[in-house]
């Protein structure tokens, strides 16, 4: 079986009381074994229970934490993106309400006018916000036309398919754009990844290092820029 991030034959496995997993010797990364994977309907339920409610702080700072690093290098970094940016896409949104998506507009407004008054018109006035989501939102309109910018936050550890998966993702942004996932690296040791809470949720399947996270990467045209903050990593399409 061939590693699905580095397609070396180079996986061996790893047991712990509830599930197995397959590590590759040559990019580190982890899969969860097909046997333990959930059906598309177990996936769903399981998604209902995040709490994505803008009001809530908890989930505020999270989503912040993840924004305000990309906003810092684009003011810093103006040979990284092109401006202005004039769409965006939420890849693998999840499950938002109604009152939540106006919220989350109203802030990204918020944003918009405060990185363009600090930042010399980083976006469009007219820039667009979309969400797309296999399962909540699989709108066609939001990914007919490729983003200046992809926000792919806490989604690629659920890639069942790496391959298709990060096909599909690269296919959402134009050529010059930039690409910016939020996901935990994997811990480097086999005893330390079985005590990791992070691979406790059952919807988490793929499991990155850097270096698998990269070739990921390179397989679909992505480069590999830099890493904003300890699990924010930024890619551009070439």
Known sequence: MKCPFCRKNDLYSIYNTKNMYWRCKNCNGIIRDKSFLLSPPEQKKRYLYHNNDINDPGYKKFLMDFIQPILDEASQNCSIIQKPITRIIDYGCG???IETLSNL????????????SDNQTLFASDCE????????????IALKDPADLVCCL???EHFENSKDDFEYLA??????????????????????????WYKNDATHVSFYSLESLKQ???NVGLQYVK???ERCFMFVKI
Not at 129 to 140: K, T, V
Request: hydrophobic share 45%.
């Open 129 to 140: 916000l979309l969400q797309w989501d296999p399962f909540f939102s699989p709108n066609p």
């Open 216 to 218: 990921c990467g390179i």
């Open 171 to 196: 296919k959402a942004c134009k050529v010059g754009g930039i690409v910016v996932i939020g996901t935990m690296l994997v811990p480097d040791k086999d005893e330390d990844f079985k005590k990791w």
């Open 227 to 229: 890493a904003l903050t």
């Open 154 to 156: 806490e989604v690629v």
């Open 95 to 97: 499950p938002i309400k």
């Open 105 to 116: 507009n109203c802030i990204f407004q918020a944003l918009v006018e405060k990185s363009n």
